[in-house]
């Protein structure tokens, strides 16, 4: 007997599929995305990616200036306009910025930006100002204002980012759903119940504890409810991104996902270490744009790729580069506006701040359009006050 | 006031993580309960053998040799860490280690990346953790380890920053936004600027980059040193008053009670910021012993209470950082100066699924039960990976019989009143305890 129909004899499904609330249970096979006007996924690139080598300002002289060892050559760039280009390795986000789906941000940053990897990605995380600390995320917040369950914010990941936690309601991170599934269903665990108490931390544990069964149990009864044939490029990274749009093919009710690839601190020998990362970038996005794009999915889909800081625009003596500060974001959607896709120019090589690019963009600008737009919510909610729009849609 | 079995579980698991109950303290009186706890301390710096410090030397590495030093540098932290949760187990210290992480909570400093700044950092927090308040705040705000992270060395005479003064009123002392203002901030920042260490890490004033200007701090005018900010926060009762509040939510219960904070504020100024006065005022008051399983086990309470009611060792080092990193609280590596938000921050979906499967991953290869069928057992058995079994044990369960063969298994291990609870699992048995401890309640204090 298999493990699974185990279970199912054993009554455990049946028992978690009522729990479901029924709203969801009458929509499950509709097509629609009841929670936001648009699902957001985030792919962070950690460790600082140097986005001096992603999007190469080929035609700005201090580009070649700073980076004799490791600039990369024009001629092999993929080029967007007389100024920059492409590194060959994002062959992929070159045709989506080609078909005017990927909207290149550069200059994103923060005033007085913090070159610590752990506190640069805290303040990208939390949106805060560089000398405030907040305790919860900004997709946190999102989830505090307009969600009620856990699997409403997926994380494929070990553990919880930041971004992803909440005063009171926060995302759920798993790495498998059936072997989250399994993690938080044993018999002992469906008939622990809810015990009413005046304790208010037992209460709260029992309240993400029923939550964090069904919610199980809803990311897994989606998972597999269809199977997803598609091929993904990206080795690992490209597995999780296959995760994900595996879920969102199965219409699960959950307005964010968010993911990481990790490496990107390159001080030493970087363009081989970012070549490699690249292409597993490029190969899982590629393959996850494609995979929704089949079946009709990217026009409710946006997706934010960000790291927590750029690198120095002179390379080491290393053939690498150290913490830097602005850097570039990408947004890929399918409804973004022409100017946004053509306006990539607002970079200064000139004008530096201890050997960094300045920002011109505050990425809380961008997590502003993405609230309002994406996820379609009052973005003042989230951030705690207004920030300059950049219009990336309309 | 007279102590209860249960009353006296509580009291020791909130002092020194947990204690099995022939250890429990024999008086009933709350007061000599209390006071034998506090005895029986010892104050033992923890020591890891490093190779002496070279300035020089470190000042010559190549990038790469920098990298290959710093990756053996975690791993000392990294082995630092476990030697810190070991000593936390240790059945004369429990009380100094358990203050020593909340001081490291409080005066939150991320060492992680330096074996030298972690001993440094942790070794006076425990000097002083049941010391002064005064000697305390002086230590970490002299010691290199604090001065780098929070950037007093680029505080310099016309060239401030004011990283140090803002976190030392917001978060060390006053609390934020508490009788201070942007304008103090500022000054504060040119009183402690020349602030620095020598090569060796002691601290220095480079009177060169001292700005002895006069500086107008809190509504007075003088040429103010940073010792004299220090003395002039100190004789702010607020300052008191939120040191209370935060031993409060750490040790008490998460929802303050201000009669309560009030009375350990006072406790701490009256007696000069003597913190071993303010905390036997807490665990001898009678709400103490009312709050009981009204916190949320931090993650390194849960894993040393573990290890004490087991007898663990946890010898993957590896094994012990990686659960810390996914349980969301690392030692040496708080999330920001702010430190562990805690409570009911603890907990989200994921890490839950993992506390209530940790223990019987320790103890039982990850089952919960045992009336699996063979076949399913079986198949979890071949689907259990070999990283997951370094967090395996054999426990001597005949030791923990015998040390515990009077109580009632559900007293022990768990603090609050569920009685379905105690109906189906009050048992001396292993089925049941490991049952017990995978259970939401567990994760109470």
């Known amino acids: ?394 | 006031m007279k102590l209860t079995n249960r009353d006296k579980y509580h009291l020791h698991s909130r002092t020194e993580f947990f204690v099995h109950h022939i250890e429990i303290v024999k008086t009933d009186d709350c007061e000599k309960a209390v006071d034998a706890i506090f005895k029986k301390q010892k104050l033992e710096p923890l020591e890891f053998k490093l190779p002496k410090w070279n300035p020089e030397a470190n000042k010559k590495l190549s990038q790469k040799q920098r990298m290959e030093r710093n990756k053996k540098w975690r791993k000392e932290v990294g082995e630092i860490n476990a030697l810190w949760i070991k000593r936390m187990t240790e059945k004369d210290k429990g009380l100094i280690e358990k203050m020593t992480l909340f001081w490291h909570g409080h005066f939150a400093c991320r060492t992680s990346d330096n074996p030298y700044l972690t001993l440094e950092m942790n070794n006076l927090l425990r000097d002083n953790a049941l010391g002064n308040f005064r000697d305390l705040l002086y230590a970490v705000s002299k010691s290199a380890s604090m001065i780098a992270y929070l950037h007093l060395r680029q505080n310099k005479k016309g060239k401030p920053n004011e990283d140090f003064a803002r976190e030392l009123c917001e978060l060390f002392t006053l609390g934020r936004d508490v009788d201070y203002t942007e304008k103090d901030v500022t000054e504060i920042a040119r009183a402690f600027t020349g602030w620095s260490t020598d090569p060796y890490g002691k601290h220095i004033i480079k009177v060169k980059q001292h700005d002895d200007g006069e500086k107008l701090i809190f509504g007075k005018t003088g040429n103010f040193s940073g010792e004299d900010v220090l003395e002039m926060i100190l004789k702010n009762e607020n300052c008191a008053k939120r040191i209370a509040s935060k031993a409060y939510k750490f040790f008490v219960q998460e929802d303050e009670v201000e009669e309560h904070v009030n009375e350990l504020s006072v406790a701490l100024f009256n007696s000069n910021y003597d913190i071993k006065v303010m905390m036997k005022h807490l665990f001898q008051a009678d709400w103490f012993y009312k709050a009981q399983g009204k916190l949320i086990k931090g993650p390194i309470e849960y894993l040393v209470g573990m290890a004490k009611m087991f007898d663990l060792e946890y010898p993957d080092k590896k094994a012990i950082g990686g659960i810390q990193h996914y349980m969301g609280q690392v030692l040496f590596d708080p999330p920001n100066v702010a430190g562990w938000a805690g409570g009911r921050q603890w907990i989200d979906a994921s890490r839950l699924a993992l506390r209530l499967r940790l223990g019987s991953l320790i103890l039982n290869r990850g089952y919960v039960m045992d009336e699996l069928s063979p076949e399913l057992d079986e198949m979890l058995k071949g689907k259990v990976k070999k990283k997951d079994l370094k967090f395996y044990e054999k426990v001597d369960w005949e030791a923990f019989w015998k040390k515990n063969k009077d109580a009632s298994m559900f007293d022990l291990f768990i603090r609050n009143n569920n009685e379905t609870l105690k109906r189906d699992y009050d048992v001396s048995d292993v089925k049941s305890i490991i049952r017990l401890i995978s259970t939401p309640d567990f994760q109470l204090t």
Not at chain 1, 7 to 26: C, D, E, N, R
Not at chain 1, 237 to 260: H, M, N, R, V
Request: contains cysteine; aromatic residues 10%; charged residues 25%.
């Open chain 1, 1 to 394: 007997m298999k493990r699974r129909d185990f279970i199912k004899k054993a009554g455990v499904i049946t028992t978690g599929s009522l729990l479901i609330p029924s709203f969801l249970k009458a929509n499950m096979f509709s097509s629609k995305l009841l929670l936001s006007k648009k699902r957001l996924v985030v792919i962070q690139l950690s460790g600082g990616n140097d986005g001096l080598n992603a999007v190469i300002p080929y035609g700005i002289d201090e580009y070649y200036q700073n980076r004799t060892a490791i600039g990369i050559a024009e001629k092999e760039l993929l080029k967007i306009g007389d100024k920059f280009g492409f590194n060959p390795k994002l062959k992929g986000l070159h045709d989506l910025h080609q078909k005017g789906m990927l909207s290149i941000i550069n200059s994103v940053g923060y005033p007085n930006p913090n070159r610590s990897h752990f506190r640069s990605m805290d303040i990208w995380h939390t949106a805060s100002d560089s000398d405030e600390y907040l305790q919860n995320g900004w997709l946190g917040r999102y989830l505090d204002n307009n969600c009620e369950h856990a699997y409403e914010g997926i994380e494929i990941g070990g553990s919880l980012s930041l971004a992803m936690s909440g005063h009171d309601h926060s995302g759920i991170a798993l790495t498998n759903p059936q072997a989250f599934y399994d993690t938080i269903h044993s018999d002992f665990f469906n008939e622990l119940g809810d015990p009413v108490t005046e304790n208010g931390e037992l209460n709260y544990l029992y309240k993400v504890f029923n939550d964090t069964k069904d919610s199980a149990q809803y990311i897994y009864d989606q998972y597999k409810l269809k199977s997803n044939p598609t091929q993904y490029g990206g080795n690992q990274f490209g597995k999780k991104l296959k995760q994900i749009a595996t879920l969102i093919k199965s219409d699960i009710q959950t307005p964010i996902f968010y993911t990481e690839l990790g490496g990107f601190d390159t001080h030493v020998n970087q363009n081989p270490f970012q070549d490699r990362l690249f292409d597993m970038l490029n190969g899982g996005v590629t393959s996850f744009v494609d995979d929704l794009e089949k079946d009709g999915l990217m026009k409710d889909t946006t997706i934010v790729i960000f790291s927590e800081f750029g690198r120095r625009l002179k390379e080491n003596a290393s053939r690498g580069t150290d913490h830097g500060a602005a850097n570039v974001m990408f947004v890929i959607d399918s409804d973004l506006n022409s100017n946004a896709v053509s306006g990539f120019n607002q970079i200064d090589l000139t004008d530096l701040e201890k050997g960094d690019p300045k920002y011109k963009v505050d990425f809380r600008s961008v997590y502003q359009e993405v609230l309002t737009q994406t996820l379609g919510v009052n973005a003042e909610q989230v951030l705690g006050r207004p920030f300059d729009r950049v219009k990336l849609w309309g």
